[in-house]
């Protein structure tokens, strides 16, 4: 944590968290926020899916739902970032308070409910990106669809061209049956409608899948299956949790997705048990619970080819982005690594 990160922290917790996260999107609009620059080395550049990474290290979806932030996010040491979720028609989301720090488990229960200014604003945005950084889409369905597969296919039509890979969100919990869409005959239809529309696209961008983390080891099984046999090019391996155990917080019984540290491990094992069923065939993201570079690197050594984090900045600032990729590359080097791709699994069996 930086300076001025460090005198800002304790009052930002003071006022509302979703006020706090606006002021947070203004100070990266202004150029106030923290801005390494470009954070690489012969260890950490990569590939996912066929994109070429300066580092693996990326941020979630959630954070910029609306692509308001890409110069600021461009600068921040990450390797790639994700923003939305973007849906076909602009909707308000769910009433607030919607979102609540829960400080005393570095945690976060936010039930949103994809609020965001609709795809042809966000596509608009994403057509004034900065060309040097690698930039993705969270698709979503609008809350009140008749059809919630072709709302995934507008949005990859709409924004395609503008994003380096758009990832299908059937895993948030804060619209009522998105969940529903993870069944292997519902996923199998709706992947395949939305890679149609990709292969339709003047270039043709990955489509990631973004998976929850309460799933069973058959569902686990059956995703990996649909993800193999439909051509998807990665899974997000996961978005937020139902699970409220072990938690302390005031808040903890609020509705919503619970996200940060009590994640880490529940999501870290649906990681493993991807990585052992997909057998290296397809990349994994990992997400969930990571606020420091030896969490990060066990993402990887469980199956991860890239990470991803969102929950973390809220204790940490944006300054640890810089701390976790520098300290990701020690911790690379002091195993033998000459590359992020040599770790990829090597400890998975730790996991399973």
């Not at 193999?228 to 409220?244: H, P």
Request: with cysteine.
């Amino acid at each position: 944590m930086n300076f001025l990160e460090r005198l800002g922290m304790p009052l930002l917790h003071k006022i509302d968290p979703e006020t706090s996260h606006g002021l947070a999107i203004k100070a990266l609009q202004m150029g106030a926020a923290a801005a390494p620059g470009l954070i690489t080395s012969p260890r950490l550049r990569t590939t996912l899916a066929g994109i070429d990474l300066p580092n693996p290290v990326g941020l979630a979806a959630g954070f910029d739902k609306n692509a308001t932030a890409l110069l600021g996010l461009s600068r921040a040491g990450f390797g790639f970032f994700e923003v939305g979720a973007a849906t076909p028609r602009p909707q308000p989301g769910n009433p607030k308070p919607r979102l609540f720090r829960l400080t005393e488990d570095k945690a976060a229960i936010n039930r949103f409910g994809f609020n965001n200014d609709g795809m042809t604003a966000i596509a608009q945005r994403l057509a004034q990106r900065p060309r040097d950084a690698v930039i993705g889409l969270n698709l979503g369905a609008n809350k009140d669809s008749d059809d919630r597969a072709s709302d995934f296919v507008k949005v990859i039509v709409e924004c395609g061209a503008h994003i380096d890979f758009a990832t299908v969100n059937v895993s948030s919990p804060n619209t009522e049956k998105l969940r529903d869409l993870q069944g292997k005959d519902a996923l199998s239809a709706l992947l395949s409608g939305v890679i149609e529309a990709r292969n339709g696209l003047e270039r043709k961008i990955p489509v990631f899948l973004k998976i929850a983390p309460d799933l069973t080891d058959t569902e686990i099984a059956e995703i990996a299956e649909v993800a193999l046999e439909s051509g998807l090019d990665a899974i997000i391996a996961t978005n937020t949790t139902l699970s409220r155990d072990g938690l302390m917080s005031e808040h903890k019984g609020e509705m919503g997705g619970l996200s940060g540290a009590p994640l880490f491990g529940k999501s870290t094992r649906v990681l493993a048990r991807l990585s052992q069923l997909t057998d290296g065939k397809i990349p994994l993201v990992g997400v969930g619970g990571i606020s420091n570079a030896e969490q990060a690197y066990a993402k990887i050594c469980a199956g991860a080819s890239a990470v991803q984090l969102y929950t973390a900045l809220v204790y940490g600032g944006l300054s640890m982005v810089e701390d976790i990729v520098r300290g990701l590359d020690t911790l690379l080097q002091a195993d033998g690594h000459a590359n992020v791709a040599d770790a990829i699994g090597s400890k998975r069996e730790d996991w399973l």
